[in-house]
């Protein structure tokens, strides 16, 4: 049971199918937890709560009813409406109003109904990774370069490490990514695009449950020491319970992934205001897509 407990709120820190019959918005609420549940994961800029971003915005979808677990990016430069704000980037719903505006912005635009989220900031990520002993992931010889670039940023999160003991990447195939590393694989995006780096961060979560599930009972202690230090989670402790209980085949569960907006709905654009990038998207077939994926 302890097992199971620790693999759902460690996924909330770090992290289509295509039907004849579409899904409507207002289908949605007919579904209850026990068949699917949601959690909206953050990962926040930098360590100061001040001016945060949302970097990273995932919707970890718990399906009892297909026995899978569905992780979908969400891009942070797409163009929505923010309640009292206008349109502006995704993103910036949350250093506007923090967790709560920005669940609010999502569930308005995508017309989704998700109450619950987790949220992390950088330190966090390192401390959980290197508690667990590295994550694997299998590293592209065009990533090596970028990826050694942000790994100097990332050591430099703390005084003390910055300049000292630095472990570069220095080959392509598989490789235990440390805490740091794993940090700058989640956050390298200049060699290609946002949405190439999504799907890294999809990576990092996917190899990290893979791993969860085969953790040692000896690392239970300090991971939950981390999890109640850093972490700030809206679920009660209750609600984790029950979703361990009727989620206890969950590692045995398929991980799928998604990316909203979809490749093919949507385009590049220019916010009119500030002339920042962002992405315009297709509301009709790209929220068709989305509930499709999500719910069935």
């Excluded at 569905?70 to 942070?76: F, G, I």
């Excluded at 508690?131 to 942000?150: F, H, M, S, W």
């Excluded at 569960?253 to 990316?259: L, R, V």
């Amino acid at each position: 049971m302890k097992n199971k407990i620790l693999i759902i709120l460690i996924l909330a820190i770090i992290f289509p199918i295509i039907l004849n019959k579409s899904i409507e918005a207002k289908d949605i609420g007919s579904y209850t937890e026990k068949e699917i549940y949601n959690i909206l994961l953050i990962g926040k800029d930098g360590i100061s709560q001040k001016n945060s971003r949302a970097d990273t915005m995932i919707i970890l979808t718990i399906d009892n009813k297909n026995k899978a677990i569905k992780l979908t990016s969400l891009a942070r430069d797409t163009l929505v409406y923010i309640p009292q704000k206008g349109y502006d980037k995704l993103n910036h719903s949350f250093s506007y109003g923090g967790c709560d505006l920005l669940l609010k912005t999502i569930n308005d635009n995508f017309k989704l109904n998700i109450s619950d989220y987790a949220i992390v900031d950088f330190k966090t990520f390192v401390d959980v990774i290197n508690v667990l002993g590295g994550v694997e992931v299998d590293i592209e010889d065009r990533e090596i370069d970028g990826l050694n670039k942000v790994i100097d940023a990332c050591y430099g999160l703390e005084i003390e490490n910055k300049g000292n003991n630095i472990k570069y990447i220095t080959s392509s195939g598989n490789h235990l990514l440390n805490g740091y590393q794993a940090l700058a694989y989640c956050r390298l995006r200049k060699i290609d695009n946002c949405f190439y780096r999504d799907a890294r961060q999809r990576k990092i979560l996917e190899s990290l449950a893979y791993k969860l599930s085969r953790v040692s009972v000896f690392k239970y202690p300090q991971l939950i020491n981390i999890l109640l230090k850093y972490v700030k989670v809206n679920v009660s402790y209750d609600k984790i319970l029950n979703l361990a209980i009727i989620s206890r085949n969950l590692t045995s569960y398929k991980i799928k992934q998604f990316e909203f907006p979809v490749e093919k709905f949507r385009e590049d654009g220019t916010l009119e205001k500030t002339s920042q990038y962002i992405i315009k998207w297709n509301e009709k077939e790209n929220i068709k897509l989305l509930h499709e994926f999500i719910y069935n």
